[in-house]
């Protein structure tokens, strides 16, 4: 089973009961049952809030009841590695003052890691894109930009040449419209 399975019972005054912590928590999260089960009675060294044991802590004094679980949580495991666990599970009422939870917390860290490389690589390809259509842009308007000035230059090189006064001043209207577009 790709996950830990985990049933537990809380009673009055929050008393907590691990019923079953099965054996797969050591390859998820480092840590064996024993040594949970010890941060969770006091005998071992305190959960830190990310932790395993404070992970089950919480769940225990915070289930509703009659509820499902299914949740993604972040937790630490003794290598100090940062795991992501989709919690499934129920709460159900068994007494007046108890309560059982019936959970599994599957590691989903490969999905999650999977999952932020390809939004950065979306990102990225968006990037790209967005420079790729700004270059088209600028490209084209330096096109344009240069077809405006070859009749500003073809004019004043036939103005050069022209002796007529009235063909001269026509040249010089056509490179000031020329000039006024490009403007």
Same mark, same amino acid.
């Given at each position: 089973?790709?996950?830990?399975?985990?049933?537990?019972?809380?009673? &009055?005054?929050?008393?907590?009961?691990?019923?079953?912590?099965? &054996?797969?928590?050591?390859?998820?999260?480092?840590?064996?049952?024993?040594?949970?089960?010890?941060?969770?009675?006091?005998?071992? &060294?305190?959960?830190?809030?990310?932790?395993?044991?404070?992970?089950?802590?919480?769940?225990?004094?915070?289930?509703?009841?009659?509820? &499902?679980?299914?949740?993604?949580?972040?937790?630490?495991?003794?290598?100090?590695?940062?795991?992501?666990?989709?919690?499934?599970?129920?709460?159900?009422?068994?007494?007046?003052?108890?309560?059982?939870?019936?959970?599994?917390?599957?590691?989903?860290?490969?999905?999650?890691?999977?999952?932020?490389?390809?939004?950065?690589?979306?990102?990225?390809?968006?990037?790209?894109?967005?420079?790729?259509?700004?270059?088209?842009?600028?490209?084209?308007?330096?096109?344009?930009?240069?077809?405006?000035?070859?009749?500003?230059?073809?004019?004043?090189?036939?103005?050069?040449?022209?002796?007529?006064?009235?063909?001269?001043?026509?040249?010089?209207?056509?490179?000031?419209?020329?000039?006024?577009?490009?403007?």
């Amino acid at each position: 089973l790709p996950g830990v399975l985990l049933s537990l019972e809380t009673g &009055p005054e929050d008393q907590l009961s691990i019923r079953f912590l099965s &054996p797969r928590c050591e390859a998820v999260w480092g840590y064996s049952p024993r040594e949970i089960r010890d941060a969770l009675s006091g005998h071992g &060294p305190a959960p830190g809030s990310d932790s395993p044991a404070a992970v089950i802590l919480t769940l225990a004094r915070g289930a509703a009841h009659d509820s &499902p679980l299914d949740q993604r949580i972040a937790v630490r495991a003794k290598s100090g590695e940062r795991r992501w666990l989709d919690l499934r599970g129920w709460v159900t009422r068994t007494g007046p003052d108890r309560v059982r939870t019936d959970c599994i917390f599957l590691d989903v860290t490969d999905e999650v890691a999977t999952r932020s490389e390809l939004a950065r690589q979306i990102e990225i390809a968006q990037q790209a894109q967005k420079h790729e259509s700004l270059g088209k842009l600028t490209g084209g308007m330096a096109h344009d930009f240069n077809n405006l000035l070859a009749v500003i230059l073809g004019n004043l090189e036939l103005m050069q040449d022209e002796a007529d006064e009235e063909a001269r001043q026509a040249l010089i209207a056509s490179a000031i419209r020329a000039t006024q577009r490009g403007a």
